[in-house]
């Protein structure tokens, strides 16, 4: 059996392709863009949310928000792990994202202008990450499909204080309700934008369904967010700024107007709102720490020293028959 044929039985046997098991380099490439991707926007996604603990309105969100963005740093570090099991250094990684080589998601290019952001953030960004990365816990790769089992239970905590947060809201003062529906209003077709472009104009889609990498399509996840998210969205009292929106008896789905691409593409190719400013963040918090880095790396390597010092006496010991250390 060749390479070839042996990847494509894994494939076909819905088994996983594992690190050292053979693989086509498109499939490779494939995984390293996606999964680093994942990785970046996990980290840049800390800054919008990380701009608000210090004015959480009380003790308890405040904790829960540092818990939150606690749990988006171990995301990035699980998702550049999975991606070092394909080659590439997580050093390399940054470079290519602060280089503008590498992108990570366009919802994190907006601002957080109110409190009520930070619950729309939790409900609508981080309900259509878990519908798009729950198809993933089956992704066809290893490290990948495990890397995400934790990230979704996580991610689905995070959707429930989101909501938690602008139901509280929705019950308050007019004012308060007010800016709950501002912050849909904002948020609400970015978050619409995180599944993609259209099938038709996708270039990854085909060949990572093929692969299975993915399992769902950008559209149908779409659909799977509004079908779920319209019923949430009316329980809050609130209305989606999307006057097409209407429920098709015959589909058995929502309808909904069209995405301005014109505003995707554009933050996609980095000119959003907060493009420039939260690349400019990220790359100072990685040259502000290097000198963190390098103390650990001399501190691993003093420490590899030592034992390989002790593990070279005690095989000296062991050759003339004396305890080790007398």
């Not at 007019?174 to 904002?186: G, S």
């Amino acid at each position: 059996m060749t390479a070839e044929e042996r990847f494509q039985s894994i494939i076909a046997a819905e088994d996983k392709i594992e690190p050292a098991d053979p693989m086509p380099d498109g499939y490779r490439k494939t995984l390293i863009r996606q999964m680093a991707q994942h990785a970046h926007s996990e980290v840049i996604g800390m800054q919008p949310e990380a701009n608000w603990i210090a004015r959480a309105p009380t003790l308890r969100r405040k904790a829960i928000l540092i818990a939150k963005v606690q749990d988006e740093a171990g995301h990035g570090l699980y998702l550049y792990s999975a991606s070092e099991t394909l080659g590439p250094g997580r050093d390399q990684l940054q470079e290519l994202l602060h280089q503008g080589k590498h992108k990570y998601s366009s919802i994190f290019n907006y601002p957080t202008l109110t409190w009520a952001d930070i619950g729309a953030i939790g409900w609508l960004v981080d309900g259509a990450a878990i519908t798009n990365q729950v198809m993933l816990t089956r992704t066809s790769y290893g490290p990948y499909a495990r890397a995400m089992v934790r990230i979704c239970k996580e991610e689905s905590f995070h959707q429930r204080q989101g909501y938690e947060a602008l139901l509280t809201m929705s019950r308050g003062s007019d004012e308060q309700k007010a800016m709950v529906q501002d912050a849909i209003n904002r948020w609400w077709w970015p978050s619409l934008m995180m599944f993609g472009p259209h099938d038709a104009d996708s270039t990854h889609t085909k060949e990572s369904m093929a692969w299975k990498i993915k399992r769902v399509t950008n559209d149908d996840l779409r659909q799977q967010f509004v079908d779920m998210t319209v019923p949430q969205c009316e329980f809050l009292g609130m209305t989606p700024p999307d006057p097409d929106l209407k429920w098709n008896e015959e589909r058995g789905h929502y309808d909904f107007g069209e995405i301005d691409w014109d505003e995707f593409w554009r933050v996609v190719k980095g000119d959003g709102p907060m493009n420039r400013e939260r690349t400019a963040r990220k790359v100072k918090a990685w040259e502000d720490g290097a000198w963190v880095r390098e103390a650990a790396a001399a501190h691993a390597g003093k420490t590899a020293a030592r034992e390989a010092a002790k593990r070279a006496a005690k095989r000296q010991d062991d050759k003339r028959g004396e305890p080790h250390g007398v």
